[in-house]
């Protein structure tokens, strides 16, 4: 079964550059969240996007911003980077609907040097 | 604040032993509790999702249980093995049909050794 795509799985950036994130939801999946996941932190919400438009913002710097597109997949910008925003960044989508399941991606690990 | 506490944080079991986990949550109003299996560097999978009707649930080797009167859950794994090492997550929504109104756990590092 297609599962949530990230890429890319790793990337290295150095400190005041910008990346760019992207996430493939599962297929006929309506809704994707970002996390941020610090070493030894448990995964904390950033934003999420249901049918294109942003429905949940959590604790996204304003020096990052993301998007979903028409094909539902989303990405996440993130310009000035900070050492401190070495982390693993997951991507996880579910179809919008009581008590439904969210499906996660295998992440995007930032290293900022 | 909602928060989410899991015990113990480290376990160490003999492959084919079994072992249990617990979660005590604090969530208001509670739509949901989930577990997740994490490898390291991994995204999380997802093991089971239980609402406020649902007293256990199972999914192969793993069982989940659930008493939303004393908001606390526990996720049995029976006959450990090796692949079973990993973290387990305990999530509970406040909110049901949205995933941004999740409250992680801190999580459980389980090590199955030979």
């Known amino acids: 079964a297609a599962g949530v795509i990230q890429s890319p799985r790793h990337l290295i950036k150095e400190k005041r550059e910008t990346a760019t994130l992207k996430c493939y939801p599962i297929?006929?999946?309506?809704?994707v969240y970002w996390y941020q996941q610090g070493p030894g932190q448990d995964p904390q919400f950033l934003i999420s996007?249901?049918?294109?438009?942003?429905?949940d913002k959590g604790s996204i710097p304003d020096r990052f911003s993301a998007q979903q597109f028409s094909d539902y997949h989303s990405e996440l910008n993130m310009s000035s980077l900070e050492l401190g925003d070495s982390a693993l960044y997951f991507c996880?989508?579910?179809?919008?609907?009581?008590?439904?399941?969210?499906?996660f991606g295998q992440g995007t690990r930032l290293t900022v040097v | 604040k909602n928060q989410v506490e899991q015990s113990p944080q480290s376990l160490i079991i003999l492959e084919g032993k079994n072992c249990t986990l617990q979660c005590n949550y604090t969530v208001s109003p509670f739509s949901n509790l989930r577990w997740y299996k994490q490898d390291t560097g991994r995204g999380p999978v997802s093991l089971t999702i239980m609402t406020f009707s649902e007293n256990t649930k199972s999914n192969g080797r793993y069982t989940a249980t659930l008493d939303a009167d004393t908001k606390q859950s526990s996720l049995h794994i029976t006959a450990s093995q090796l692949s079973d090492s990993a973290s387990y997550i305990c999530?509970?929504?406040?909110?049901?049909?949205?995933?941004?109104?999740?409250?992680f756990g801190t999580g459980t590092r389980l090590q199955v050794t030979l």
């Open positions: 999530v509970v929504s406040d909110l049901a049909g949205t995933a941004s109104k999740l409250t």
């Open positions: 996007f249901y049918e294109k438009m942003q429905s």
């Open positions: 996880a989508s579910s179809v919008q609907g009581l008590n439904t399941e969210a499906f």
């Open positions: 297929p006929r999946h309506d809704t």
